[in-house]
């Protein structure tokens, strides 16, 4: 079975400080994507990064940033000079496929603070 | 970002009856989308797969004649509930990709309460 595990349900930041957020996954796909999804208040999910597994490169987008480690398969989410408007659930996800087609599966989610 | 709209945003509807969520992709054409469901403070469960123009590919343990899903066109599919109960109150998502391989766009969900 494919699983995504997040192991900190609850993550707190001073404003402008870095942030890491973990997340291991499993897999026995060989062609596979990894991504780090925000949902605010509003429950609209945001795409925040992704990573292709066949990429040795770790993305970047902005402030954000991954370290994708692909024998330990962990892939967690940097956030750098943390803003209010970070605050949120964040949700890795591993895209696999079945059938055809590639379904998304979510680990837990880490809520994130950001203190002012 | 490609849009995707769920219609209604909030729907409460008494036990018994069905209901009906649209998600539609305004802006590109989606062979496949998802749905899903998340329980207060919980991840997203994969429903099912809604496939254009055949049946719908059901996550294990999830009610096909529960939780009907069509894909009629190319920019809408649907999920019915049908005689919802109080236990089927929860949110309601739908994606849509562009491409395999490529971003999952999200609706704004639909929070269904069965009274």
């Known amino acids: 079975a494919q699983t995504v595990t997040q192991s900190q349900p609850e993550m707190s930041v001073q404003e402008a400080e870095t942030v890491t957020l973990s997340c291991t996954y499993d897999?026995?796909?060989?062609?596979?994507?990894l991504f780090w999804y925000k949902q605010p208040p509003s429950r609209q999910m945001i795409l925040v990064i992704r990573?292709?597994?066949?990429?040795?490169q770790n993305a970047t987008e902005n402030r954000f940033s991954v370290n994708f480690q692909k024998a330990a398969k962990s892939f967690s989410l940097k956030i750098s000079d943390s803003q209010l408007g970070d605050a949120a659930m964040y949700f890795c996800?591993?895209?696999?496929?079945?059938?055809?087609?590639?379904?998304?599966?979510f680990g837990t989610g880490t809520r994130l603070k950001v203190l002012a | 970002g490609a849009v995707v709209s769920q219609h209604p945003s909030r729907v409460i509807c008494k036990s018994g009856t069905s209901v009906k969520i649209e998600c539609r992709s305004l802006?590109?054409?989606?062979?496949?989308m998802f749905w899903y469901r998340q329980f207060p403070k919980k991840s997203l469960m994969l429903m099912a797969t809604?496939?254009?123009?055949?049946?719908?590919?059901?996550e294990q343990g999830v009610e096909k004649d529960k939780f009907l899903i069509n894909h009629a066109s190319l920019t809408l599919s649907t999920l019915t509930v049908t005689s919802a109960h109080p236990e089927d109150s929860s949110f309601y998502i739908c994606?849509?990709?562009?491409?395999?391989?490529?971003?999952?766009?999200f609706g704004q969900g639909t929070r269904l309460t069965v009274v």
């Open positions: 994606s849509a990709v562009l491409t395999m391989n490529t971003e999952a766009f």
């Open positions: 897999t026995s796909e060989s062609d596979y994507y």
């Open positions: 990573q292709e597994a066949y990429k040795q």
């Open positions: 996800a591993v895209s696999r496929r079945g059938s055809g087609t590639y379904k998304y599966i």
């Open positions: 802006d590109f054409q989606a062979t496949t």
């Open positions: 809604s496939n254009e123009g055949s049946k719908a590919t059901y």
